[in-house]
């Protein structure tokens, strides 16, 4: 398998529950990012991790937590969420962490919905 | 502060109408610029990078260019297989890429 792959595709959750979010890159990257999308706004980054280090944390709330094992493994773990937190959660990597050299290949996202 | 602004926010063209989708950015010493597609239900797929002011890319029936202040997003002929969301993005900082809110394109048959 190559490319990008997120799982699960669909979520629904109350916001007492926790979940995970999973991505796995196939594509020998070593920089991973978790994007949130809303409708009619633009990708909003939440992390980056670069060789598995967290690189980046976009004044995320601590509701979510992400986690990088390895340099092809992502998850975004996720408790206590809000309505607002309903959205399409995108994963993404590229070969370098350095922004501007490489361009970012996405999965198709978990489409996230808080009840 | 570093920001990108796509225009028109949708557009809807009749299979053969060639037209333009405009992306401005304001950044401290561009990098690259970035162009993806998406799909419904899909994420986005890269296209182009372009890295310099005159730089153009071409990909079947669609060609990116860039100047100083904007690039564009030329589509020549377009089919209905064309219809989706165009999304440009430049990178900021270190590891951040800030990307525009996209142009819904549909091609009508």
């Known amino acids: 398998e190559t490319g990008v792959t997120q799982t699960p595709r669909h979520l629904v959750m109350g916001m007492t529950n926790k979940k995970s979010l999973k991505c796995e890159q196939h594509?020998?990257?070593?920089?991973m990012y978790w994007y949130k999308q809303s409708a009619k706004k633009p990708l909003e980054l939440m992390f980056v991790?670069?060789?598995?280090?967290?690189?980046e944390n976009n004044s995320v709330p601590s509701r979510f937590s992400p986690e990088c094992p390895n340099s092809s493994h992502l998850f975004l773990h996720l408790h206590t969420l809000q309505p607002e937190d309903s959205a399409l959660y995108l994963c993404?990597?590229?070969?370098?962490?350095?922004?501007?050299?490489?361009?970012?290949?996405f999965g198709d996202g978990t489409r996230l919905s808080i009840l | 502060e570093d920001q990108v602004t796509q225009s028109p926010e949708a557009l809807r063209l009749q299979e053969g109408e060639s037209s333009s989708l405009n992306c401005s950015y304001t950044v401290s010493g561009l990098r690259g610029l970035f162009w993806y597609r998406q799909d419904p239900g899909k994420g986005p797929e890269f296209l182009f990078t372009?890295?310099?002011a005159g730089e153009e890319k071409e990909k079947e029936r669609l060609k990116a260019t860039l100047t100083k202040k904007e690039s564009f997003l030329h589509i020549t002929a377009p089919k209905p297989e064309d219809s989706a969301t165009y999304l440009c993005?430049?990178?900021?900082?270190?590891?951040?890429?800030?990307f525009g809110t996209g142009t819904r394109l549909k091609v009508l048959a």
């Open positions: 372009l890295y310099s």
């Open positions: 993005a430049v990178p900021s900082g270190t590891y951040k890429y800030i």
């Open positions: 991790y670069n060789f598995k280090e967290q690189t």
């Open positions: 594509l020998g990257h070593n920089a």
């Open positions: 993404a990597s590229s070969h370098l962490p350095n922004a501007g050299t490489q361009p970012q290949h």
